[in-house]
């Protein structure tokens, strides 16, 4: 069977404001802007970490400071969703113009998700 690696991780945190949030974790906070998608994605970076900042998304209900979701990297997505689902993981897929998403839930509902970004 087709083995999967993990090639990065990130912490998202869903914000009412793209351009409120980068100003807020770049000028206030002074952590560093890796990446920046208009107003669909941005990646800030502090040691050890790298925060991914993300609209709320229509139909999912977040509450204010409890919207963290965990994602982590992958190569190859496909193969690490079917090895997961194996395991009885169920999945919301979500293929975004720049990256392939596949949302799950821990044991504790918390929100988890793989990414591969698109070339």
Do not use: C
């Amino acid at each position: 069977m087709k083995k999967f690696k993990y090639t990065g991780s990130n912490v998202t945190v869903m914000v009412s404001s793209m351009a409120k949030a980068v100003k807020f974790y770049t000028e206030t906070l002074g952590l560093k802007l890796k990446v920046r998608v208009s107003s669909h994605w941005a990646e800030i970076t502090a040691p050890g970490i790298t925060i991914g900042l993300h609209p709320k998304v229509k139909n999912k209900k977040f509450t204010n400071g409890d919207a963290v979701a965990i994602g982590l990297g992958v190569d190859d997505i496909e193969t690490a969703i079917s090895d997961l689902q194996q395991k009885g993981i169920e999945f919301e897929i979500q293929k975004d113009s720049f990256v392939h998403l596949a949302y799950f839930n821990d044991l504790d509902n918390n929100i988890l998700y793989l990414f591969k970004h698109k070339k």
